[in-house]
């Protein structure tokens, strides 16, 4: 929202009317009425009469904070019970200004209690400082990828997509990210090398950047972001390119359409619905969301399955757009019966009969000029034929959440286990198909111009958006074969997939590490795919003066702790770790003399410089065990990560809860330089302070990761 011309840089932006009168200081609320907007839903009767009031009240209050546990974690159970067991006790029975303040909720059909509901002010959230406290935890583990703030109805889509990790999956609409995110979870549920992937697209040029930021924390080898309108999404070739019947093309297992809409289910957070609701969105958009899902339905795979999703509550944008995908697909998918999934979650089914508003708000009927046959309802033969009963309907006030629509779509399996012949065939039926289909979607594109905003120009990217080639590198490069001897990388692991994003080609700062599937998708796809982002950070150079000077990247560790066999994976205890999450470069003489695990210290002592991990061992089957980097110097030793992975690492291993401003690290390196400085001085001969040398060793390391 542009700032008012009045108002300062600064100043909060408080959304309303001046009120003149009181010399034009004062802001009213923006009134949340619409008058189209009711009379359009009691008409359509999709709210049921006596619910009509508690709904309205509803959609005009604050939604309530939600977030779910990442369910791909190992340590999912370790964080959840943390909340459980440190803070929801002391949220309990919270009275403030006189009020008993409601308790957070666990979300009653969100699988094994990892999604969470907190129906409380942000006034209490920042005064109050228990529920303080509460958020600071939030704020730790999201920074760390283990807690995901998003809207509860959100998270339904990707449940009832059914992922597993074994599936190509494609989120055809996927900026911001959150459901996305949910996908790739899923993908990493069982494993950290799934053979599955996601590719993750989003329409607008910019908001595919900054998909980066939100999925990057997830640290997944597996997923790809692209930059295509989702309505010409384009085939992608697959690494058998060429054959008697020509290329061949990929078909996904699991899409997710979570398409452009009007957004009325989303009123309670984007105040501006109330006042900029009307009739012509959701007709406007009607087209491009049929044209998405019916793309969505030529890239899905036999068998595969395909969830089309809304915040909007407008049958035009739902089942008129689900109806129209039944018309011209017949027999060849079919709607998902979903009423035996997520028990607790209260939803209403979907529609048959509605009527039509146009433009102007006036009712019109079937056939009138301007009018698409698409908007209307089915017949009553299609209505017995395609089951829309089937799809579901969350509305703001039965669970208190914003409004959403999801439908589950499944391709009928035509053949078993056809023998290869038959599958080539197949395969070349279909492709034929899809060419015989562009001009169709290209008509399309010309008549829905006036309606999609997918039309991008280049904006002001990230500060970190790489917008370089993805070039792979022999594994067999005497960079790489260094590493691959230097940390013991056995043959399990895919070494042809690493590239650079250079035009050289040439590893010169960072390499990275693709699943081997997306390898082969990038290889085959240079020329149709335009790819944003892929990919983990393997491998950044630091010094040239070691034996090694590439450092393993901690957001790669979870794959490759698998495959390395090296005397440079150390076990430690939990007062080392301790010691290097709170102190910088402690010196080994230092270790020595506190006698901080001798055999830690005397093993790592003896190794060469250079990137190293330290192994420790919990003792507890119900939490993880930590692997984790050090960089190990001639004379000190520094644990390898970023400030908030050392402070989740704090609260949740050893309790010890720290603000956003702390640093401990370059706390104590400043107390012990001031230590130092205090007993040097007035003596002008003596040599630099012992330390130096190690800090300086490191200090670039420090700053990379």
Not at 89 to 105: H, S
Not at 187 to 196: F, I, N, Q, R, T
Not at 318 to 334: P, S, T
Request: hydrophobic share 35%; proline share 6%.
């Amino acid at each position: 929202m542009a700032r008012r011309k009045n108002q300062k840089k600064g100043q909060k932006k408080t959304f309303g009317t001046r009120d003149d009168s009181n010399n034009q200081k004062n802001w009213t609320e923006l009134v949340k009425e619409n008058a189209k907007w009711e009379s359009y839903y009691k008409d359509l009767g999709v709210i049921p009469e006596e619910e009509w009031d508690t709904f309205k009240k509803t959609c005009q209050t604050q939604l309530p904070l939600t977030f779910r546990i990442t369910g791909s974690r190992k340590h999912a159970k370790e964080v959840l019970q943390l909340f459980q067991e440190n803070h929801l006790p002391n949220l309990t029975n919270v009275v403030w200004e006189g009020e008993t303040v409601k308790p957070p909720m666990a979300l009653p059909w969100y699988p094994q209690n990892l999604g969470w509901q907190l129906d409380v002010s942000k006034s209490v959230i920042r005064k109050n400082e228990q529920f303080s406290r509460m958020q600071r935890f939030l704020v730790v583990e999201n920074a760390v990828g283990n807690i995901s703030r998003q809207e509860a109805v959100s998270m339904i889509p990707p449940i009832v997509l059914d992922v597993k990790p074994e599936h190509y999956v494609l989120d055809m609409c996927a900026a911001p990210g959150s459901k996305t995110a949910q996908l790739i979870e899923a993908l990493h549920a069982e494993s950290d090398e799934p053979s599955g992937f996601v590719i993750a697209n989003d329409a607008d040029y910019k908001r595919s950047h900054m998909l980066v930021h939100q999925l990057k924390r997830l640290n997944s080898a597996n997923l790809m972001v692209v930059n295509h309108d989702a309505q010409f999404f384009p085939r992608i070739k697959t690494a058998n390119a060429s054959g008697p019947v020509g290329p061949q093309f990929l078909k996904f297992d699991r899409i997710l359409c979570d398409v452009p809409c009007s957004g009325d289910g989303t009123m309670r957070k984007n105040v501006n619905v109330w006042k900029d609701w009307n009739t012509g969105s959701g007709l406007g958009l009607h087209i491009v969301q049929f044209n998405i899902l019916d793309r969505g339905l030529n890239l899905l795979k036999e068998g595969g399955k395909l969830v089309y999703s809304t915040c909007s509550m407008n049958p035009i944008e739902n089942e008129a757009v689900v109806a129209a995908a039944l018309r011209k697909w017949g027999d060849k998918i079919r709607l998902v019966n979903c009423d035996d999934q997520l028990p607790g979650l209260v939803r209403s089914k979907g529609i048959t009969q509605w009527k039509v508003y146009d433009k102007q708000f006036e009712i019109r009927e079937k056939g009138h000029e301007n009018c698409l046959d698409s908007w209307f309802p089915p017949s009553a033969e299609e209505v017995e034929k395609f089951n829309l009963d089937r799809c579901m309907r969350v509305y703001p006030h039965q669970q208190n959440t914003g409004g959403f629509f999801i439908t589950v779509f499944e391709k009928i399996d035509t053949t078993s286990t056809p023998p290869p012949a038959a599958t080539a065939t197949a395969t070349a039926t279909a492709n034929e198909e899809e060419q015989a289909q562009e001009p169709e979607l290209k008509k399309a594109k010309v008549d829905t111009s006036s309606t999609a905003s997918h039309i991008q120009k280049k904006e002001k990217l990230p500060r970190d958006a790489n917008e370089e080639p993805f070039v792979f590198v022999d594994p067999n490069h005497p960079q790489l074969a260094k590493c691959w001897s230097f940390y013991g990388i056995d043959d399990k692991f895919d070494k042809s997939s690493c590239l650079v994003r250079n035009a050289t080609g040439e590893p010169t700062r960072t390499i990275y590490h693709v699943a081997t599937p997306l390898k082969q998708l990038i290889v085959n796809n240079e020329d149709r795919l335009k790819i944003v982002y892929s990919g983990v950070k393997l491998f950044v150079s630091q010094r040239s003066d070691i034996d090694c000077s590439w450092r393993i990247q901690s957001e790669s560790l979870p794959i490759m702790k698998q495959h390395m066999h090296s005397d440079r994976i150390v076990p430690g205890n939990m007062e080392m770790l301790k010691k290097l999450l709170t102190e910088a470069f402690p010196r080994y003489d230092d270790l020595i003399a506190e006698n901080v695990d001798p055999e830690f210290v005397s093993k790592t002592q003896k190794l060469s410089a250079g990137c190293t991990f330290i192994k420790v061992d919990r003792n507890d089957p119900s939490k993880e065990d930590l692997f984790l980097p050090i960089w190990n110097g001639s004379k000190c030793i520094n644990l390898m990560v970023c400030k908030e992975d050392a402070h989740e690492l704090l609260y949740r291993i050893f309790g010890i809860e720290t603000t956003s401003k702390q640093n401990p690290k370059a706390e104590h390196l400043a107390k012990k330089a001031q230590e130092e400085s205090a007993n040097t001085e007035g003596e002008s001969e003596k040599e630099p302070t012992v330390g130096t040398e190690a800090e300086t060793e490191a200090e670039a390391d420090v700053k990379t990761e």
